[in-house]
């Protein structure tokens, strides 16, 4: 299940950038006192009470204006409001209750969605000012004082904001439908591939489509099992986004990653792989997704005897951290190689989900270390006692140890390395967590 998602709106000016990150506890967002300022990002995953929420920072919002940019951000945020499961509506107590805030709060209001008034720059110590129950007029129940700068009132805002998340369900009904999230680059050919698969393999599809940059799924129940795919908006370099819509593009395609089960990463086979694609498969390789490489118009390239494996050796070079990943040659276009999609997909699903037994774990462990010591640093030798795994999708195993800094990086491959060639782990990233004997 996706986290809940809550935004930050409001006039420019009124300190939400500074509120976003005082709650997620870093600079994040750019603050300046320039109204409409670019952000170098807008969204931000927070933990609180146990929850995990994905908070989101927008532009200012000034209803009446002419402005091309301000218009953007305005729609910007309209799109945040209309994603998002509570909407906190930032005012300014010195500014009191402008005509730009009761346009706003008529606008939230109609949104149906949880509000909650935080009324910024209450910055003092002690009883509240007068000047904060002017708020109420805004016609919204939950009015909160706060102060962005010292983060002062923020608890009390999230305890509001947990009241209101839905159920924190664990997983959809359906634990046999696998969902695959199709991210790349713009024109990579992510929609024509899952058109594609749509019409050559449709048994039961229904499509679910918000706007244009939204995220689109389509179930296909088939011969092979049940579906659903995700047709994200392409992930453009983050310099390149003129439109600051597109940024929500970038933020849906990331959360479309981490609510799948599978993702296919999609590459031009006519330009290779680019600094962008490595971002993309990165995003994928973070989430401890299984992840197949789909190198898409094939169909274009001059080719020889030699060009699959050429490429194939271009492709794991480039992207050095995900040579687990199948690359899969094919074209949305003609129909070439997709029929195999389906079955890669089940393919690195089942090794995601796979799980071993602590005995056979150790006993790979122990023929590792024999065929390699540990290493040693200044006299001490790194112990390894035991292995266990912990969890699947990615599969993580977590190894107990007399010093955690003797576990080197290169050390940590190896095992890594023997545990894929013993069982596999085709498709999927594998996590180790290194732990000293003596941690609880």
Request: some cysteine; charged content about 30%.
């Amino acid at each position: 299940m996706s986290k809940p998602i809550v935004a930050i709106v409001g006039r420019p000016n009124v300190g939400k950038s500074t509120f976003f990150n005082k709650l997620c506890g870093k600079r994040i967002a750019i603050v300046e006192d320039t109204p409409g300022v670019t952000r170098d990002r807008l969204y931000f995953e927070v933990e609180w009470c146990g929850r995990k929420i994905m908070m989101i920072d927008t532009g200012g919002i000034e209803p009446d204006t002419d402005d091309l940019i301000m218009n953007h951000i305005k729609t910007q945020a309209e799109i945040a409001i209309e994603h998002a499961d509570v909407i906190l509506f930032l005012t300014d107590i010195h500014a009191g209750v402008t005509a730009d805030d009761m346009e706003i709060a008529q606008m939230l209001r109609r949104s149906k969605k949880p509000v909650i008034v935080c009324v910024n720059k209450v910055d003092s110590v002690g009883a509240t000012p007068p000047e904060f129950y002017e708020f109420y007029e805004l016609g919204i129940e939950d009015v909160f004082p706060v102060s962005a700068i010292h983060g002062t009132g923020s608890g009390d805002i999230l305890d509001k904001v947990c009241e209101y998340l839905p159920e924190d369900e664990a997983e959809d009904d359906d634990d046999e439908t696998i969902k695959v999230a199709v991210i790349g680059r713009p024109n990579a050919g992510k929609s024509s591939l899952v058109n594609r698969l749509l019409g050559d393999n449709r048994m039961i599809v229904s499509d679910i489509a918000g706007t244009t940059r939204d995220a689109i799924d389509s179930n296909i129940e088939n011969e092979y099992g049940k579906y659903v795919f995700i047709d994200t908006a392409g992930i453009r370099k983050t310099g390149k986004i003129a439109d600051s819509i597109e940024k929500y593009s970038i933020l849906r395609a990331e959360m479309a990653v981490e609510r799948s089960d599978v993702c296919l990463i999609m590459v031009d086979a006519t330009e290779g792989v680019t600094a962008q694609d490595e971002r993309i498969a990165g995003i994928a390789h973070e989430n401890g997704k299984a992840c197949i490489i789909v190198i898409n118009k094939w169909d274009l390239v001059e080719k020889d005897s030699n060009t699959m494996n050429e490429f194939r050796k271009d492709v794991y070079t480039a992207l050095s951290y995900m040579t687990y990943a199948p690359i899969l040659f094919i074209s949305a276009k003609t129909g070439q190689r997709t029929d195999r999609i389906y079955e890669l997909v089940n393919y690195v699903n089942n090794q995601a989900s796979t799980r071993i037994s602590t005995g056979m774990l150790n006993d790979v462990l122990n023929d590792a270390t024999t065929r390699v010591q540990p290493p040693s640093d200044k006299g001490k030798r790194l112990k390894i006692y035991y292995m266990t795994q912990t969890g699947i999708k990615a599969p993580t195993f977590v190894i107990f140890v007399n010093d955690a800094e003797l576990f080197h990086f290169s050390y940590q491959r190896y095992i890594e390395n023997k545990l894929r060639e013993v069982f596999g782990f085709e498709g999927t990233p594998i996590k180790l967590v290194i732990r000293e004997k003596n941690d609880d």
